[in-house]
């Protein structure tokens, strides 16, 4: 029977927009806005969408790297929303993050011991011998070695950074890492010894990943089940399988159609989309994407769809399923 690891329920982030000389506005950024799904323990969820949907802040809401605005965020049954500092901070300790940069996430002025040593003593996991052990068997499981202790995030590659940064992550055996976009600042072909270094590390370390990407093609290759981000809301949220062959909402279909195919014999359509996205400090009334949606009806333009199950545990929020 499958467990679940994380629930989040009706998750927002609203940012306060700034105007005038006295930074005073009423009007807020719907970063996230009123989102739930589960994950359960020893999978990949995925979520997808274009910038600014909402993805790498939901990442983060989840860790209260940013606080949300309303909802809760349940870790293994417990709200982490009600913890305070100091059992939050114990908690960390079984949540960790990947970054998108694997550049900016690294201090220039630290060795890589020292940078993933610090994890360590934060938590007061290791010191002396037994922290510079760990600290190479993580380097090891990560594809470098203890000739890298010493050097410097300079002397490293796109790649091995990242690879330093997900030894960091590991560093205190989480069971859930947030992965925000981790092979997007790569080269494609690093991407693939990263993504499959991630599968490896997953099966080693009895790990549950969140992976927040926008490239559809990567998405494909390591998550089981995926949702779709649309201006701060979830529009679909289904297993690979299922979302790759039978997308129901429009957006995905579009998102899907966009994925470059190298086949020259295989027939392709491409569903391109007319118009800019919409603000989410002033999103449509109704369905957020009914403004680009060929299907549009004047209910998608009053009504807000609700996620709904259409079979095979697929949710969409479309009005074209009711």
């Keep these: 029977m499958e467990k679940t690891i994380l ?20 009007e807020n950024v719907k970063a996230v806005d009123d989102i739930s799904f589960t994950i359960q323990e020893g999978e990949t969820f995925g979520i ?3 910038s600014g949907c909402g993805k790498s802040t939901t990442g983060r809401m989840i860790l209260r790297l940013i606080e949300p605005t309303e909802g809760e965020i349940i870790y293994k049954g417990e709200n982490i929303l009600d913890l305070p500092k100091d059992k939050m901070q114990k908690l960390r300790r079984e949540m960790q993050i990947i970054f998108q940069d694997p550049y900016s996430s690294l201090d220039p002025r630290f060795t890589i011991g020292k940078t993933i040593g610090e994890v360590l003593d934060i938590h007061k996991i290791a010191k002396g011998k037994e922290k510079r052990e760990r600290i190479i068997q993580l380097l090891e499981a990560v594809g470098l070695g203890a000739q890298h202790f010493n050097r410097y995030p300079h002397e490293f590659s796109g790649g091995q950074r990242q690879r330093i940064g997900i030894a960091r992550a590991l560093a205190l055996n989480p069971s859930l890492l947030i992965c925000d976009e981790p092979v997007s600042a790569l080269d494609v072909s690093v991407q693939a010894q990263i993504v499959n270094l991630m599968q490896d590390l997953q099966k080693e370390f009895q790990l549950t990943y969140l992976f927040i990407s926008h490239d559809l093609s990567v998405v494909h290759h390591i998550c089981d089940r995926i949702a779709v981000m649309y201006i701060g809301k979830i529009v679909e949220t289904a297993d ?41 400090a002033n999103p449509p009334t109704g369905c957020r994407f009914h403004t680009r949606c060929k299907f549009a009806t004047e209910i998608c333009r009053k009504v807000e769809p609700e996620l709904k199950d259409i079979g095979d545990g697929q949710l969409v929020a479309c009005h074209l399923y009711e």
């Design 48 to 50: 997808v969408g274009e």
């Design 240 to 280: 690979k399988k299922t979302l790759f062959e039978k997308p129901a909402h429009p957006y995905t279909r579009a998102l899907l159609s966009a994925i470059p195919v190298t086949d020259p014999e295989v027939a392709t359509t491409n569903e391109v989309l007319e118009g800019d996205i919409p603000s989410p």
């Design 7 to 26: 629930e989040v329920k009706n998750a927002k982030k609203y940012f306060p927009m700034k105007k005038g000389l006295l930074f005073n506005s009423s």
